[in-house]
């Protein structure tokens, strides 16, 4: 089935550090969402994208979608501790709106 | 308030116990969904319903089971043939058409001794 891979699967930066996470699929994606899950919460919705090379920015954060919509990235400029937590990308997919997650990655930040 | 609400927050329960976790929501969503999520790990979906009556298996069925009697609610039950229930289960909700984003209850962690 389809697979969507998230890299890194962690990382640690210092406050005021920049951070990326990618996100890759094998397959043409119709669509791509973030969401951030904070340590024992839920996840929480930031965004989606659909247009091939779409960009789209709130505050610190920038999200791309790739041109062949097979990868899509989140950047984070200058790091706050308040950013901590797993980010995940995920695909809406069919007429009953099904979410299929990325693996995650898990983000550190150390004052 | 709207939102969803998933209880009990913690669930413990004996091997070969069935046991029966609650999502209820006030959004008017149509479709509800099941997600499970193993420690360092994506959220992998059980079952989602779009409509009352209507449901269908996710990716990780087996050993789960859940009906749709109401549109605000969507119990999942965990049962015995699941081998390997001890995770955190989150609800969610969503409209069909549009920015379908997904909202999560805070989640149940279920934990099998």
């Known amino acids: 089935g389809q697979q969507v891979m998230q890299i890194p699967q962690y990382q640690h930066v210092q406050e005021g550090e920049d951070f990326t996470t990618y996100c890759n699929s094998s397959?043409?994606?119709?669509?791509i969402q973030w969401y951030k899950q904070r340590p024992g919460g839920h996840p929480v919705f930031l965004i989606q994208?659909?247009?091939?090379?779409e960009v789209k920015k709130q505050k610190r954060l920038t999200f791309q979608f790739g041109e062949a919509k097979k990868n899509s990235s989140l950047h984070i400029t200058a790091t706050q501790t308040t950013d901590v937590g797993t980010y995940f990308c995920?695909?809406?997919?069919?007429?009953?709106?099904?979410?299929?997650f990325g693996t995650g990655t898990r983000l550190q930040v150390t004052l | 308030d709207g939102g969803i609400t998933q209880s009990p927050k913690y669930l413990f329960r004996k091997e070969g116990q069935n046991v029966t976790l609650s999502c209820e929501q006030n959004?008017?969503?149509?479709?509800m969904y099941w997600y499970r999520q193993d420690p360092g790990q994506g959220l992998r979906l059980i079952y989602y319903?779009?409509?009352?009556?209507?449901?269908q298996k996710g990716d990780i069925a087996e050993g789960y089971s859940v009906s749709r009697e109401k549109k605000e609610s969507f119990p999942l039950t965990v049962t015995s043939a699941q081998k390997n229930p001890t995770a955190f289960y989150l609800c969610?909700?969503?409209?069909?058409?549009?920015?379908?984003?997904?909202?999560f209850g805070q989640g149940t962690r279920l934990t099998v001794v």
């Open positions: 994208l659909v247009k091939s090379g």
């Open positions: 959004l008017n969503h149509d479709a």
């Open positions: 995920a695909e809406n997919t069919g007429t009953a709106s099904k979410l299929t």
């Open positions: 969610a909700s969503s409209i069909v058409s549009g920015t379908t984003e997904a909202f």
């Open positions: 397959t043409t994606l119709s669509n």
């Open positions: 319903s779009q409509i009352v009556n209507d449901f």
